[in-house]
């Protein structure tokens, strides 16, 4: 890749090893899918351009190097997802952002670039330039005069003191083997909450920020729901907090909300919840049913003992009770002990077959959550019937705002590996596009880490 000289004289200070003339083309893991060598291409330098550069020319040579963990340079190139997280975005064939002739404008109304995302490889002293000059037209295009730019700041001022409210847990549910549910005060939140969007909770100071899907909200109450399964040392101590304590933060809603559509009167929307995956299900399932849309529901549970919002007078029954026959419920247990015996690809399965349909009602989509092995069973299980299958992803999180890309999901469109983000490309994503075999193993990244943390808090 292009260096300068001052760069190429920093790194060599800071010890790093320099492979002049080699280029990566191939990434190789081994049976776990953790990469353990690259396959560099030999190059040598080709014949001057116009501009008298000499551009690296692979020689057909190739050779491996050891690896244990790879970082993707940035700066040099534009974000790679830019164009598939955000369609509207008009991009060149090098990735980079186009501007409108004459400004920093972007093909999105409103919306302005400058910098690497626009140039290309820049620099610092260009990008702080581009700030600026889009600043100064973003000014020249404000329609509100100096009074109406007041009152907007003095609203945005009382906003702004509303999301400060304490997150404090004013009810807390023991559900079932270690899964709590927790009412949560989070007047701003609970306003724009969409279903299918999550949070991201920390639990006290130097704690660990975990992803968790909105359960359930409360407009005027100021409240959110979440439901806590205790699994490592985080979610267990985070089980132990009582009613008026507080969160250190709450932040969200984020990701992307369901996608909904009406469907036809002989048609149902089948969704697959395994244990904890009934919570995010149920305010999806809701939105479905307001829609007017026929929704069957498969809840799974290890056992009787693992039950919750099953009851006439729980969330499920209520469900029921409101809207009558557009909604079938169908409960699995592993061992029997609660309506069928088995997984809920087990029900599944027989509509697949009976036709594709339940009752008489086409299968028009199938959602699924749950744990990564079940979703992964679903989407194995549907594809040949060719049903539209979704999975809403709870995978390992850090910033949760598309950056850090701990959450990668990887996708295949057209033949393509594409990089996809739970965050905020999902965290619904089409179950039969994911390449499971790549995507499971990031579940296990961290096991033993989290083990150790839970003897270290003596949770083990």
């Known amino acids: ?42 190059n040598e330098l080709g014949q001057p351009d116009k501009s008298g550069r000499r551009s690296p020319v692979a020689t057909g040579e190739t050779e491996r190097m050891p690896v244990d963990l790879v970082i993707m340079a940035l700066g040099n190139t534009a974000n790679p997802i830019m164009k598939d997280a955000e369609p509207d975005l008009k991009t060149s064939k090098w990735g980079t952002i186009e501007l409108n002739e004459g400004s920093k404008q972007t093909s999105i109304a409103d919306v302005y670039s400058g910098g690497d995302a626009a140039r290309g490889g820049s620099t610092a002293i260009r990008a702080a330039g581009d700030g600026q000059a889009a600043a100064r037209e973003i000014m020249g295009t404000i329609p509100f005069t100096a ?8 609203t945005a001022a009382r906003y702004t003191e509303l ?60 409240t959110i729901c979440l439901v806590v399964q205790g699994v490592g ?11 008026g304590e507080a969160f250190v933060g709450v932040a969200g809603p984020l990701g992307r909300a369901s996608e909904l559509h009406k469907y036809a009167p002989n048609q149902t929307t089948v969704f697959t919840a395994g244990g904890v995956g009934l919570p995010p299900v149920y305010p999806i399932a809701r939105e479905h049913l307001r829609l007017g849309n026929h929704v069957t529901l498969i809840s799974g549970f290890r056992s009787k003992d693992f039950l919750f ?47 594709k349909q339940n009752k008489g009602r ?26 539209k299958t979704v999975a809403s992803l709870n995978s390992i999180m850090v910033d949760a705002t598309g950056m850090c890309g701990a959450c990668m999901v990887p996708v295949t469109i057209d033949g393509k590996m594409v990089r996809k983000h739970a965050c905020i490309d999902g965290p619904e994503i089409d179950a039969h596009l994911i390449d499971w075999d790549k995507f499971l193993p990031r579940f296990n990244t961290f096991r033993a880490q989290e083990a150790g943390s839970r003897v270290k808090h003596g949770l083990a």
């Open 163 to 222: 999301a400060k409210a304490e997150p404090v847990i004013v009810e807390k549910v023991p559900l079932a083997g270690g899964i709590v549910e927790f009412k949560v005060r989070a007047p701003v939140i609970a306003q724009s909450a969409q279903a299918g969007q999550f949070v991201r909770v920390l639990a006290w100071d130097k704690g660990e920020l975990i992803p968790l899907t909105l359960a359930d909200w409360d407009a005027k109450e100021g």
């Open 147 to 154: 009074s109406e730019i007041k009152e907007r700041v003095a």
């Open 1 to 42: 890749m292009p260096a300068r000289v001052e760069e190429l004289h920093h790194a060599l200070e800071e010890g790093i090893n320099l492979k002049p003339l080699r280029a990566p083309i191939e990434f190789i893991g081994d049976d776990t899918h953790f990469v353990k060598q690259a396959l560099l291409s030999v």
């Open 362 to 387: 086409e299968i028009a989509e199938v959602v699924t959550i749950g744990p990564a092995l079940m979703m992964r069973a679903v989407s194995d299980l549907t594809k040949p019937y060719g049903v």
């Open 309 to 355: 919002w099953t009851g006439e007078n729980e969330r499920m029954g209520k469900l029921k009770a409101e809207f009558g026959d557009l909604l079938d419920v169908i409960y699995a247990t592993n061992d029997g002990t609660f309506g069928v015996k088995g997984f809920v690809t087990g029900p599944l399965e027989e509509m697949l077959k009976n036709g």
């Open 233 to 243: 040392s985080s979610s267990i101590l985070m089980n132990k907090m009582a009613v």
